[in-house]
């Protein structure tokens, strides 16, 4: 695929329905010769839609604009490909722990929960959020509310599993703290989505509360080793669960088997949240095809898939 196909991609694909801005600039990217050559010259990895779309909100590009927006990237180049070199796609989109908290709460208690590519890690407070299912009745009592819609037999608990112990990995962890680490994650919500930008603030907000302890380490490489030192750091009595969103379609498929594969010999579950092409197994045990013309992720538990997600934790569709 190339970069023009790339940006098409996701205008039809991700965009669409979403978000009409980035829709409008993703099609306009795509054909644009000159914008798409200095694109080329960055690294694969570097190429993606949403890290351009981010480097220039960042930057106060006319995201507004679609007209306008291929003449200021060319111009600005030097300052966007310096933000998109130096910065990478970290959407830390709590909404997941909607999707992923019935699993979670479905497991041996207490946990002891790893996520990879925790981002600023506020996927890992699943025990603090209040959420939101249809007409249910809301489980949790957290200053954060999380809605989801469901279908099938989701098995919905009492109230949120119980967290005796976190913490996350990430190429490059994101501080709450810091003000530029959290004004990038804002660049990443896309324009329009005002309830998720609210959704990041508030959740921000808890988390600068008790910041979670995250690590460096890098899925290409040591990723194995990390895990494994964390996982014998977990509390005696706490089930150790790895989970990670989002992240795998960023490697190489051999890379995700090798992945997969470390994981599958550590102690515990392992939780995956990702495109259903994307861990290796789950595309071909899925019960049913995925509605074409959405995205959707596959939630699987030790390689075995649920159901499938919203990628912002805006549905949950559990296999019967």
């Not at 570097?46 to 995201?63: D, F, S, Y």
């Not at 992923?100 to 981002?119: D, F, N, R, T, Y």
């Not at 706490?238 to 960023?250: D, E, G, K, Q, R």
Request: charged share 20%.
């Amino acid at each position: 695929m190339d970069t023009a196909q790339r940006f098409r991609g996701f205008a039809d694909t991700e965009a669409r329905g979403h978000s009409p801005v980035y829709e409008r600039l993703a099609r306009r990217v795509a054909s644009e010769r000159r914008l798409l050559e200095l694109i080329d010259r960055l690294p694969e990895p570097k190429r993606q839609p949403n890290l351009l779309l981010a480097a220039a909100r960042l930057l106060g590009g006319p995201i507004g604009d679609a007209r306008a927006f291929p003449s200021w990237a060319i111009a600005e180049w030097e300052r966007l490909s310096a933000v998109m070199l130096a910065r990478l796609t970290q959407t830390n989109e709590a909404g997941r722990c909607a999707t992923l908290m019935p699993l979670l709460a479905s497991l041996p208690q207490p946990l002891a929960l790893i996520e990879v590519g925790a981002s600023a890690g506020l996927c890992l407070f699943p025990d603090r959020y209040r959420y939101l299912y249809a007409d249910r009745p809301a489980i949790g009592a957290g200053p954060v509310s999380l809605a989801c819609r469901t279908s099938g037999p989701v098995p919905f608990p009492a109230r949120p599993p119980v967290v005796a112990w976190r913490a996350g990995v990430d190429l490059n962890p994101l501080d709450v703290r810091d003000e530029a680490d959290m004004r990038w994650l804002e660049c990443l919500i896309w324009p329009g989505q005002d309830e998720r930008l609210a959704r990041l603030r508030a959740a921000v907000g808890l988390a600068r509360e008790d910041p979670p302890r995250l690590v460096r380490g890098d899925l290409r490489d040591d990723l194995g080793e990390v895990l494994s030192d964390l996982v014998a750091q977990a509390p005696a009595g706490a089930t150790p669960v790895i989970f990670h969103s989002a992240v795998l379609a960023y490697l190489p498929a051999a890379q995700r088997a090798s992945f997969a594969a470390a994981v599958r010999d550590l102690p515990g579950h392992w939780i995956s949240n990702e495109s259903p092409g994307v861990v290796p197994g789950v595309r071909e045990a899925l019960p049913w095809a995925a509605p074409a013309g959405r995205t959707v992720f596959a939630l699987a538990l030790d390689g075995r898939p649920i159901a499938y997600t919203g990628p912002h934790g805006e549905h949950l569709d559990w296999f019967a």
